[in-house]
């Protein structure tokens, strides 16, 4: 059998392998933060026909005679050259300008994007708007209610990279005040000492027992109360005391009610932090809310492409190198924008054109190849 044909058939298989990755680069021409892949080819183990020989002092050297057995897929590559930047106005979307890729947690899986078009969900966390994945980085203070007055925001310096949270923007919300039952005190029951008044509850606990006697004072000058209690005794049946005072001489100032601020808008810095501006209607402050975490790698075209515009590690990528925007060789953020495909499509005709011409030159080399069968079949007539 002719080895042409199997040659042959081997460049068919290349070539339509180069047209489905072709094909796949212009699907996603308008794909946000999309890589374009390419083809290269190799040769096949090749049959030699005859080794080479080595040069003597009455005769030359001879090359080999191999003759090769087709080609084969090399490798599929990415190229991780940047795409172009499109403005949208919408303030979740980000670019990577440079090196990095967004952190994302998709069901509890770490992943890895260059596609920045992000939204808020109900719940104000920053998230991917196709899968639900949330944005991760670094969160400042949410434990912390919002000061209209301060605006002094936290040491962005002292960041710990290796715990990540997913960004939300409905922080500063103050926590709900818990109410549980009282038991009154007859003013009978308090004792004036001086500036103070004692009020003690002495009790016998069991059979024989000691007197128990927990006391509260109250410092009429400073407005506090202090209560005291033995830590040594057991404790049986505990009560919850609430201390009114009432007809004490002070001066009587009225307050203003202020109400709670909320956020009412934010903005997203170069370095990735995260500002939001908090108002109440009458008074309004900015503090910075978190910072997004920007991932590097030492080889980018070794990320394993998941889908859905995520990478995850690969043997050959190298571990993730997690910080913010603009350090160690990241890249900066352009808040407002998103990167498109790096997809270009004279590139991609040109090269359909390559691989058409070169799928039709093998198509042909099996016709041939037939004829000449053919040919030696015909020989018996």
């Known amino acids: 059998m002719l080895r042409s044909l199997y040659s042959a058939i081997s460049g068919l298989k290349n070539h339509q392998v180069k047209m489905d990755v072709i094909g796949n680069n212009i699907a996603n021409v308008n794909t946000t933060g999309f890589k374009r892949s390419r083809v290269t080819f190799s040769t096949m183990l090749s049959q030699t026909m005859k080794g080479a020989g080595s040069p003597s002092a009455n005769q030359g050297g001879t090359n080999p005679s191999q003759i090769g057995l087709g080609s084969m897929v090399s490798s599929i590559d990415q190229i991780m050259t940047p795409g172009s930047s499109q403005s949208t106005g919408k303030d979740t979307d980000m670019m990577i300008q440079g090196k990095g890729f967004f952190v994302l947690q998709n069901n509890g899986e770490t992943v890895y994007s260059r596609a920045g078009a992000f939204t808020q969900d109900d719940d104000?966390?920053?998230?991917?708007?196709?899968?639900?994945?949330?944005?991760?980085?670094?969160?400042?203070?949410?434990?912390?209610?919002?000061?209209?007055?301060?605006?002094?925001?936290e040491d962005e310096s002292k960041i710990d990279w290796t715990t990540l949270e997913a960004i939300k923007f409905n922080i500063g919300e103050n926590p709900p005040y818990v109410l549980s039952e009282a038991?009154?005190?007859p003013p009978d029951a308090w004792v004036k000492s001086g500036d103070e008044w004692v009020y003690s509850n002495?009790?016998?606990?069991?059979?024989?027992?000691?007197?128990?006697?927990?006391?509260?004072?109250?410092?009429?000058?400073?407005?506090?109360?202090?209560?005291?209690?033995?830590?040594?005794?057991?404790?049986?049946?505990?009560?919850?005391?609430?201390?009114?005072?009432?007809?004490?001489?002070?001066?009587?100032?009225?307050?203003?009610?202020?109400?709670?601020?909320?956020?009412?808008?934010?903005?997203?810095?170069?370095?990735?932090?995260?500002?939001?501006v908090y108002s109440n209607g009458e008074a309004s402050a900015s503090r910075v809310i978190g910072q997004v975490a920007i991932a590097s790698f030492s080889n980018d075209a070794g990320l394993q492409n998941l889908g859905n515009s995520f990478y995850a590690a690969s043997n050959n990528s190298g571990q993730a190198s997690i910080g913010g925007a603009g350090e160690d060789g990241r890249g900066n953020i352009v808040p407002s924008t998103v990167e498109m495909s790096n997809v270009d499509l004279s590139q991609e005709f040109t090269d359909m054109i390559v691989t058409q011409r070169g799928f039709q030159a093998n198509s042909r080399v099996i016709t041939v190849s037939d004829s000449l069968l053919q040919e030696l079949i015909d020989l018996k007539r």
């Open 183 to 185: 038991t009154k005190i």
């Open 202 to 276: 002495p009790s016998l606990i069991g059979v024989n027992a000691t007197t128990t006697a927990p006391s509260a004072t109250f410092d009429a000058t400073r407005g506090t109360i202090t209560v005291t209690t033995d830590p040594t005794k057991p404790a049986s049946d505990a009560d919850i005391y609430t201390f009114t005072i009432t007809n004490l001489d002070g001066k009587d100032t009225d307050g203003k009610d202020i109400p709670l601020a909320t956020l009412t808008s934010f903005s997203v810095d170069s370095k990735g932090a995260i500002t939001g």
């Open 124 to 153: 104000g966390t920053l998230t991917e708007p196709g899968t639900g994945a949330k944005v991760m980085g670094h969160m400042y203070g949410m434990e912390k209610s919002v000061d209209l007055i301060s605006t002094t925001d």
